[in-house]
T-cell receptor, first 116, second 115 residues
Framework: AQSVTQLDSQVPVFEEAPVELRCNYS??????LFWYVQYPNQGLQLLLK??????LVESINGFEAEFNKSQTSFHLRKPSVHISDTAEYFC??????????????FGKGTLLTVNP | DTGVSQDPRHKITKRGQNVTFRCDPI?????LYWYRQTLGQGPEFLTY????????KSRLLSDRFSAERPKGSFSTLEIQRTEQGDSAMYLC?????????????FGSGTRLTVV
């Protein structure tokens, strides 16, 4: 079984500041890793994912995450945030490889609040 | 196709009543999932359909819960004899055959309040 720990429930930052949202996972097998974002009153949207290959993955809106196998982490970073990045961010893990990789295990979420 | 639709958006019911939620996935997605999200928690997996076959049910899904996906299109989630602990956001998602790898598309959810 897999588990995910998001170390911060809330992260307040000022606009244009850098931010890091932390995520650690636990698994006895290989995993796929995901970050989802949930804006108010909307469903979760996939932000980025790590499946294999380069450990640094990027999204189209400036976020990036780095898979660190030795530290079992997948932290999300952005060098300069905007007010519109205010949302809840969920880290998730699924079993890697074929078979039962359909099921996601989510962390509790981190509420990112960007203040002017 | 505008994405995954869920109906209703909000439901308030009295304890002991039955409720049913509907999910319309993206039409070309053959996989459909139900998750439950309680306050302060991330979504938790409830069940998974591939076409019309229900392939996995979580232990969270007690006997009072039943999900169907007739003809492999829309899905319904029914809760019988609701309890206050059932209050949560019920999320539906769909994906193509790659499963989670390709990324889920989530609906906006149905918020259930049991009073």
């Amino acid at each position: 079984a897999q588990s995910v720990t998001q170390l911060d429930s809330q992260v307040p930052v000022f606009e244009e500041a850098p931010v890091e949202l932390r995520c650690n996972y636990s698994s006895s097998v290989s995993v796929y890793l995901f970050w989802y974002v949930q804006y108010p009153n909307q469903g979760l949207q996939l932000l980025l994912k790590y499946l294999s290959g380069s450990t640094l993955v990027e999204s189209i809106n400036g976020f990036e995450a780095e898979f660190n196998k030795s530290q079992t982490s997948f932290h999300l970073r952005k060098p300069s945030v905007h007010i519109s990045d205010t949302a809840e961010y969920f880290c998730a893990v699924s079993r890697g490889g074929g078979g039962s990789n359909y099921k996601l295990t989510f962390g509790k979420g981190t509420l990112l609040t960007v203040n002017p | 196709d505008t994405g995954v639709s869920q109906d209703p958006r909000h439901k308030i019911t009295k304890r002991g009543q039955n409720v049913t939620f509907r999910c319309d996935p993206i039409s070309e997605h053959n996989r459909l999932y139900w998750y439950r999200q309680t306050l302060g928690q991330g979504p938790e997996f409830l069940t998974y359909f591939q076409n019309e076959a229900q392939l996995e049910k979580s232990r969270l899904l007690s006997d009072r819960f039943s999900a169907e996906r007739p003809k492999g299109s829309f899905s319904t989630l029914e809760i019988q004899r609701t309890e206050q602990g059932d209050s949560a956001m019920y999320l539906c998602a769909s994906s193509e055959k790659q499963g989670a790898v390709g990324g889920y598309t989530f609906g906006s959810g149905t918020r259930l309040t049991v009073v």
